[in-house]
């Protein structure tokens, strides 16, 4: 049993983690990542680039809302610029895709210094309309500017491959998609250990204490902007390179607040709350379809009619459970189960 | 570490199962795929729609299934969300293993399921959204039947022009700020430019308004007589509420989800006999013969729910199982598509003009009929056969 | 028949049912600093037990109306009950998402409830086209102005003279300071969520009789934020005539330029009302709870 642990030197406090374990456990998972697809069938694999897309988006999310502070409900916005800014470059430019996920990523983030400059008074929830009605223009924009976007008729995304090898289907993608999440979780938390991190949360925490500081708050919320939306635009492309095809109505409202959903459940202003948030509703409604598919031989009418909606009922009620039961997230429960075991068995 | 990469070399090794020779297919059971909206606002398209699903199937197993094999067929649920139905499809090619597809959501679902259709070679009838989109360029696998936005809408106002209005008729439309109300304005612009008819207004509204009365003001005072009403479901029924708030004497050309009795009881109080032109029969000896039919398999309470959805669910599953039948014994994907493809006046019982698919395009039952919607008898009357426009 | 004039009271119409449904979010956000996005689901699932009221006990517009004020009063404090009085003590964010969970479930509900197909209803109201200086009305529309006007009295007077009313404003001023005076801001709170539920019954019975009832009502609630927003999130009187203002822009928007723009209009110009008074109208300089 550990006593305690204690930081001997400035290297160990900054450092990601200066345990071996944890190292050890992070490489047993890239193992297990990387062999995933030789593990799992093509549905399990297209669920998990679908979550590991939700992780980039809500790591994403989480550097803007979580630690910076500034709620968003743009991020349906942001995903479509990044997607159609890759559909596009890809289809109608003919770029390669290793350059169009970087664009897609500087075209989200230019996007949003348009939003964030006039944010910039705003605060809490008139902060979150603001990027909300944002989303809505955004979607507007797309449907109307015709001779860029292909307006209505949406676009089919094709000719991504890297090496040879086609980068929208199957495992090629599934390793491109690990690829760009593990660099988004490593940059999250390494921003988070930098002067920009350390002020975004100074600003989430106080932000006139934080300008006392001597902390500019225009350049670090418009940083937190661009940052957070650099990586939700890559997000929005990965999903345009697994769907094939975009459209408005694929970026609808419920994603922002699927995102918003995700870190929250995770625990707010945690990137491995929002990694588990990010799994966890990812995989729920496949959890749910299996926990209804045990009873699916009770031929009664209710279930028969209203198996769908009460899926969807059931998506609600365990976010609800969840909030009231264990409302720090699940990174919470992550703790607990943790100390548990390093306690065991000598726990209380 | 180095057992757990051992562990999973040795999991990779076991986990090459031999592939079945053609998935979805056992020698008992063909297994049909079906994304729908089954939830949310637009539900009752997917209730309607498997209903169909239901009846075609319970018939066909009833009279020995397809060369002795059960049809089976195994809905999604979408929501109407295009990435969702990606992730259906991908569930019901990789989990469920189906040997075809019949039910394919709106257009923008259809579109999103595309690549993978055409990956798998998924023999694909898509008679929910028969929209340009779909079969432009023409995919292998896919069949669509019926007419688009833009033959439904050009029939309504040539008949209108033919029998009803006469040559100063002022035409206005009101379509959704889509891909669907772009089909919409193509069929109104058609028949204004045929008729040399006078397009007074051309309004855009976005999907899910429900307040029409800036856009009904603006018809108004163009003077319109003639509209193109390219609302749906509740949103057509306000429009035709406001036209009569303004006194206006109108003819309504209207979408063909109009003609689901649902929304035709919504739009009757305004008391507009409004028209909506559709490529499966509403009311006829051919429907009348379905609910015969349906009341085999299906409860009252189904009964009720029978609605133009019902029927190219029907249509659909039959024209494919008609494909797969002709197959024989030896059922493959590839000998479906050509079956399919090689299809002609395949009799739907009269629902549908009949179905040929050997044309380029792998279209079919594009051929519409005019209906008119009496607010007195609250039913609908047929104007017109079926015909090609 | 002037165009103009045609807008302006249409746009007066919709915008009522704007303001309607923004001072059930407002009253809440005053009370309890807590965003309700379930408000417009709220409006629904009341609308769609009103339509089951006047179906069941056929029910002529008033009674209707008292009928289902109290009903739907009890299903707030049950709503409060259950989802959001276990989260006091939680941080506001967490009870906002709470609210998301809980619109989530109203909307699947509602539709196993009565189903996805719309329906007419009329409320007991007469269809018959009423005209005012020469404009056509529905009967329906003037009563969801009427409505507009007789609630914001009433909420005004409640607040202003009410002794629950003066406990509200205790509340939204300094809870803490509040509770300390003896007034019960769980009570405070609870009467808030009735209070709410009872405005969004009056805004969906009349809004369904209006566009018709259809389980895409809750969308409205979204539609409403900046209404919302305009008035100030915690001025109730003020989010009322934000509602009217957002009618207004809209409807004229979409009569001179059309192309989809009613729908984003009230978005772009809350953008820009914010970029000058960041706490909307009406709104008190101070708000920086989430």
Known sequence: MRTGHFKENPGQLVALSDSRVVWTWFAGMLCVMVLAPFLIGNYGLTLVVSSLIAIIGAVALNMLTGQTGLISLGQAGFLAVGAYSNALLLTDYHWPVWLTLPASGLIAALISLLVGIPSLRLKGLYLAITTLAFSFIISHVILYAEGVTHGPNGVFVKGATIFGYDVQKGVPLYYLVLGLTVATILAALNISRTRIGRAWMAIRDHDIAARVMGIDLVRYKLLAFAISSFFVGIAGALMSLQLRFVNVDVFALILSIEALAIIILGGLGSIAGAVLGAIFL???PETLRLFFSMFADEKSALFTDYVYEIRGAAYGVVIVLFLRFKPEGLIGVWKDARKYWSNWPLAY | MRTSIITCAAALLLSTVAYAAEPGVTDTEIKVGDVNIMTGPAAFVGKGFALGSKIAAAEINAAGGINGRKLTVITEDDGYIPARSFQALTKLIEVDGIFALNGTSGTANVLAMMPLITEHNLPTVVTEAPAKLVYTPVRPSVFTFGANYEDAFYAQLKYIHDNMEGKDAVYGILRQDDDFGKDVEAGFNRAVKEFGGKAAVRVAFKKGTTNFSAEMAQMKQAGVTVLANGGIFAGAANILAEARKLDMKIQSAGVWSEGIPASAALSAPAGYDFMVADYVSLVGPANDKFKVLAKKFVTDDELSNISRYTYVAYIGLKTLAEGMRQCGKELTRTCTIEKLRGLKNFETGGLSAPISFDNPLQLSGTAVGVYQFDTKANAFKALSEFKQY | MDFLMLL???????GAAYGLIAMGFALVYKSTGVVNFAQGEIVMLTAYIAFSIANGLHLSFVPL??????????????????FIRPMLGEPVFAIVMATVGLAVILRSATIMIWGSEPFNFTAGMSTAVIKLGGIPFYPAQLYLMAALGMVVLAIWLFLRFSRYGIAMRAVAANETAALLTGVSVNQVHALAWMLSSGIAAVAGLLFAANFK??????????????????GGMDSVTGAALGGLII????????GYIGEGMREIAGFIVIILVLMIRPYGLFGSRDI???
């Open chain 3, 213 to 230: 009832l259809a389980p895409d009502i809750w969308f409205q609630g979204l539609k409403s934020f900046p209404a919302v927003i305009l």
């Open chain 3, 65 to 82: 109306v008292l009928v289902t004020i109290p009903i739907s009063m009890l299903i707030g404090l049950v709503l409060e009950r259950i």
């Open chain 3, 288 to 290: 920086e709870r989430v």
């Open chain 1, 282 to 284: 990812s995989f729920l």
């Open chain 3, 8 to 14: 302006i009271s249409t746009g007066l119409v919709s």
């Open chain 3, 247 to 254: 009618g207004l822009i809209e409807n004229l928007s979409q």
